[in-house]
């Protein structure tokens, strides 16, 4: 989504798709009906396989896994991150 379309959004020219963690943190944005799920997408690592296996990548994939899991609820926006 292009900042142009959030911003026109917000400036209330009217309604528009855009991700839960986007539309959650504006104050004065509301969710104008339920999550798209055709626009649902699954994010990956990627990376080269013997660089995976070196202690400063793996604690570096292990955090960053970290913080999807303990996000998952508001990335996915079942939970908004105010209210």
Known sequence: MEAGSVDQ??????????PSVI???????????????DLTETQYVVMHDGDRHRAPMRRLIDRVV????DNAAIQSGARPIRG
Do not use: F, N, Q, W
Request: glycine content about 20%; overall charge neutral; charged content about 15%.
């Open 9 to 18: 959004i917000r400036a209330g020219a009217g309604i528009g798709p855009m």
């Open 23 to 37: 539309g959650d943190c504006g104050p004065t944005l509301a969710s104008a009906g339920p999550i798209v799920e």
């Open 66 to 69: 970290r913080v999807y899991a």
